[in-house]
């Protein structure tokens, strides 16, 4: 009978957990973690089960099928896994990644990931968090695809180039400069409404370099691009 009791406030401590985590909602997991490394699924949330189109079962069999998440991770994500469950933490020494999931209908959804490794009455637990940030990373991808075809023009200048900026409007910064810096004035990762400044002392006549300024200067092209995407 002594025994039994340490046993039963046990069971009490994790059923205590076990509701904690259920009433937490969102697109999450817990797993226990035994000692040979398995994971064991003890509660997937609704909301994970809708974003991975399963059913709470199949979600429960796929993932304890698995040791390392590798059936349900994509290939090139799956080390960023690997050095989490060996280490408790990302790389950058985060507890939080960003990795691609496959669904059950062999969809590709981007997830950031937020986790922690919880120990309870000697035995070791892992929580995740998922947020599918899949529209977000499909608009920074298109952004970046954007910015290297602006860049591949940027690059093919010709003899007759006097110069060619890449600039961060929203910065204020001069990210790359090509063709010949006649002024001494092209500092790249510096500010490029200083750079315009001082190429604007070097126009003699007062009606051309207010001209240039109003023409090149970051209000001005932002204005020029908002109007471009209207029309």
């Not at 909301?47 to 069999?61: C, L, R, T, V």
């Not at 006649?182 to 190429?199: G, I």
Request: net charge negative; glycine share 4%.
């Amino acid at each position: 009978m002594r025994d039994s009791v340490p046993e039963l406030g046990l069971f009490d401590e994790r059923r205590t957990f076990l509701n904690t985590i259920k009433q937490m909602g969102g697109n999450s997991i817990l797993t226990r973690i035994h000692n040979d490394g398995h994971q064991e699924a003890l509660y997937i949330s609704p909301g994970y089960i809708a974003m991975m189109n399963e059913s709470s079962e199949d979600e429960a069999m796929r993932y304890n099928a698995t040791r390392d998440f590798s059936e349900i991770i994509y290939p090139e994500d799956r080390p960023l896994v690997e050095y989490m469950l060996t280490h408790h933490e990302a790389p950058d020494k985060s507890h939080n990644l960003q990795i691609r999931k496959v669904t059950a209908k062999q969809n590709i959804i981007w997830c950031d990931v937020h986790y922690a490794f919880i120990s309870i009455s000697k035995e070791n637990y892992l929580y995740l968090t998922f947020h599918d940030i899949t529209l977000f990373k499909n608009y920074e991808e298109k952004i970046r695809t954007s910015y290297d075809s602006i860049g591949q023009t940027f690059y093919h200048q010709d003899e007759y180039t006097l110069s060619m900026f890449r600039v961060d409007l929203t910065l204020d910064i001069l990210e790359e400069a090509r063709g010949r810096d006649l002024f001494s004035s092209d500092k790249e990762n510096h500010e490029y409404s200083e750079m315009l400044r001082h190429r604007a002392r070097h126009y003699i006549n007062f009606t051309e370099r207010k001209k240039f300024l109003e023409t090149f200067g970051v209000d001005a092209l932002l204005d020029g691009y908002v109007k471009s995407r209207i029309g």
